[in-house]
């Protein structure tokens, strides 16, 4: 079976698990400049730059990937977030994105296949494509409403490099994640269809919005629905939200998703909202009981955490929903569907 084949087949068994956060994993660690840096003899400061660790602390990346696989994730992104010439820009690292995504990838198949041959039980791997510090929707000049930094096709080249990187590297998914703006996500969408036609086979695309504001819209202003009517041509295999706020604040979101949706719904909150000093302090119980509510109510097929979550939260998940029955994917009445901002169903 194809991997969409697989992960469906799957998805209807249970509820299926995906990762936690990397960064605040990684801050864990403490590492200072030369520890991020290596020997790669890049001219500028390089900590903080987390996806450069695939090549110069593989071990640092590996073992966060390990620790969410011990604590039953199904699914492990690749510590790629911001692996693309865009952001690696501010890095002076633009020429080792290739080696960076592909370095990434190798350690989460490697990790997942292992696991997957202890007990038989699939495992995959989720190419994470963040959204760059870009837009595609909104002027960075206030007095220039029409200026952009970069224009569409600029930006699916720079996709198109890093999931090229990814796929050769093994992943067997695209995981557009973070979505703050929507044409960004399909300048990604685009890049991985092409992709995916240049390998001449399906390459599926997960896809993951993140909210600005409690009324549940992203940055360039679209609402969740909206933002559905917008990707569903791509056939992605998940749809969900991720980042920004924790499971309480995105309840009434993940419900409209979940009765709109004909593809798996995949949510993965923050562990609550920040502290003053912006550490994330809720307890894994107290996560899992707020996406557990999400799973009574059938409403997700893929659960796990985003910022401030730890493998002690995924692991907390994993046993508040083991027992639990996935959400049923619904079958839409057939109509035409478009988006602006808002969404707009014409008529039968």
Request: proline share 5%; with cysteine; aromatic share 6%.
């Amino acid at each position: 079976m194809t991997p969409r084949e697989t992960l469906l087949a799957e998805a209807a068994k249970r509820i299926l698990i995906t990762d936690g956060a990397f960064g605040t994993e990684i801050q864990n660690w403490k590492l200072d400049e030369a520890a991020y840096a290596g020997n790669l003899g890049l001219g500028h400061d390089q900590k903080g730059n987390n996806d450069i660790l695939a090549l110069t602390k593989p071990e640092v990346p590996e073992t966060i990937t390990r620790e969410y696989l011990d604590a039953g994730s199904d699914i492990v992104s690749t510590n790629t977030f911001s692996a693309n010439l865009i952001s690696q820009a501010d890095y002076g690292a633009e020429h080792l994105v290739r080696e960076i995504n592909l370095a990434s990838a190798q350690i989460a198949r490697r990790c997942a296949d292992e696991y997957a041959a202890k007990d038989g039980r699939p495992r995959f791997v989720a190419g994470a494509i963040g959204p760059t510090n870009k837009t595609l929707s909104l002027s960075p000049d206030v007095n220039d409403p029409g200026y952009r930094e970069i224009d569409f096709d600029y930006l699916k080249q720079v996709y198109r490099e890093q999931i090229d990187a990814l796929v050769e590297g093994g992943v067997d998914f695209i995981l557009i994640e973070t979505v703050f703006d929507t044409l960004n996500a399909k300048a990604g969408i685009k890049a991985a269809i092409e992709a995916g036609e240049a390998l001449g086979r399906d390459l599926p695309i997960m896809m993951s919005m993140t909210l600005t504001d409690l009324s549940g819209r992203n940055l360039s202003g679209h609402t969740v629905e909206a933002f559905w009517h917008a990707v569903r041509h791509a056939r992605p295999l998940t749809i969900g939200l991720n980042c920004s706020f924790g499971a309480e604040q995105l309840r009434p979101h993940v419900k409209t998703l979940s009765a709109l949706c004909d593809t798996l719904i995949m949510v993965y909150p923050n562990a609550g909202l920040p502290n003053e000093l912006g550490a994330y302090d809720e307890e894994p119980a107290t996560t899992a009981g707020l996406v557990k509510e999400w799973a009574d109510a059938g409403q997700v097929n893929v659960l796990g955490g985003c910022c401030g979550s730890t493998p002690e939260h995924i692991a907390a998940i994993v046993e508040a929903v083991k027992d639990l029955t996935p959400r049923a994917v619904p079958v839409p009445e057939v109509r035409t569907r478009l988006a602006g901002l808002e969404p707009f169903t014409m008529a039968a």
